[in-house]
């Protein structure tokens, strides 16, 4: 797997814990910041994400599908306090593990995602920080 194809992955668990029981479901922006010794610049993106009732309601349904994150990925939840979601990740084909937390509230998130790896021989740490905002209902 190239560095550029872990990162998407990592986009896709950070917005995994943003459905908690306190969230407005609805169409949500993120902004994601990724950063690695392997990188020469900081990777931006934005994306948009509609989450239904239901997500919001129980984001452990959805979280755990190896097919949001990748395919070879397994999310193991951790903890949940009031307003604090954490998980660990393991890709065993990948040969990346990780773990992070995000701080949720109705209509914004925060969150960060560390994994660790070696890409063509080369050990890596990849660390993607993300925000959000509900925007409104889904389109």
Excluded at 6 to 23: R, V
Excluded at 102 to 112: H, I, K, P, V, Y
Aim: proline share 8%; aromatic share 6%; hydrophobic share 30%.
């Amino acid at each position: 797997m190239t560095l550029t194809r872990t990162i998407p992955c990592a986009l896709a668990l950070l917005c995994a814990p943003c459905a908690g029981a306190e969230l407005e479901p609805g169409e949500w922006e993120f902004m994601s910041v990724t950063t690695s010794r392997l990188l020469p610049a900081p990777q931006r993106a934005g994306f948009k994400r509609c989450i239904r009732k239901e997500e919001a309601e129980n984001p452990d349904r959805w979280m755990a599908d190896p097919g949001q994150h990748g395919g070879d990925c397994k999310i193991i939840p951790g903890p949940k306090q009031a307003i604090t979601y954490t998980w660990q990740m393991e890709c065993p084909q990948s040969k990346m593990r990780g773990n992070g937390s995000a701080r949720l509230d109705r209509a914004t998130m925060e969150g960060e995602t560390t994994m660790t790896g070696e890409v063509q021989g080369q050990k890596f740490e990849l660390r993607t920080r993300v925000t959000g905002k509900r925007v409104g209902p889904c389109k």
